[in-house]
């Protein structure tokens, strides 16, 4: 079982250019999101999916562009990269519904210079 | 805006210790779930828990909701160097968002 793979797992860009994160599940789940993971402040929400062609904006979605044209892949797209995006990205998956586990790819780091 | 503030942050203790992991809110939780997380890896579910004052227990480790659904704590007994590794709680308040917690980074020496 794949479960959830995230590509590239590292990537150096320069300022303002543009990437794709991507993230694919073969769980069948219906809900998927992404968090960044910077030092002391855990993960934090940036867009989740609650199904094909729904998505939702999270805590902190500024910078981010996604979408959800099947129920496997959820893209993330950076659209002019800053050095404030610097971080570890991680795509989750997981079933609807409260208190759900939720299944996490392996990341992906990410620099911005 | 962190609604979960975790303590200790990091945490360093010798095989066969006992520790205990804080997870305190402000704001009440539907549900809690403890993960953790391995360098280079993604966060594992550990436990779910849902109800005020729940406990559950996973071998060495005892999760405990709070009354109140505002705070969580994760005691581990006799630790041991598998355990080593960030652990991070996690609230849900509306729907499926989970709000993090800051993490405890922890490190069990032989």
């Known amino acids: 079982n794949a479960g959830v793979t995230q590509t590239p797992k590292f990537q150096v860009l320069k300022t303002g250019q543009s990437m794709t994160l991507q993230c694919a599940q073969d769980?069948?789940?219906?809900?998927m999101s992404w968090y960044r993971q910077d030092p002391g402040m855990g993960l934090r929400l940036i867009h989740y999916s609650v199904g094909a062609g729904i998505t939702d904006q999270g805590e902190v979605p500024n910078g981010y562009n996604v979408s959800r044209s099947t129920t496997e892949d959820f893209p993330l797209r950076l659209l002019s990269a800053a050095p404030s995006q610097t971080s570890v990205y991680f795509c989750?998956?997981?079933?609807?519904?409260?208190?759900?586990?939720?299944?996490f790819g392996d990341g992906t780091r990410l620099s911005i210079l | 805006t962190q609604l979960l503030e975790q303590s200790p942050q990091f945490l360093s203790i010798q095989e066969g210790e006992n520790l205990t992991v804080y997870c305190n809110s402000s704001?009440?939780?539907?549900?809690l779930q403890w993960y953790r997380q391995e360098p280079g890896e993604g966060p594992v579910l550990l436990v779910t828990?849902?109800?005020?004052?729940e406990v559950k227990k996973l071998k060495r480790l005892t999760f405990q909701f709070g009354d109140a659904r505002k705070d969580s704590s994760l005691h581990i007994t006799a630790a041991q160097p598998g355990d080593t590794g960030l652990y991070l709680c996690a609230g849900a308040k509306s729907f499926q968002k989970l709000v993090f917690g800051t993490g405890t980074r922890l490190l069990v020496s032989p």
């Open positions: 769980m069948n789940h219906e809900y």
């Open positions: 828990v849902v109800t005020g004052g």
């Open positions: 989750a998956s997981s079933f609807t519904g409260e208190g759900q586990p939720q299944h």
């Open positions: 704001s009440v939780f539907s549900s």
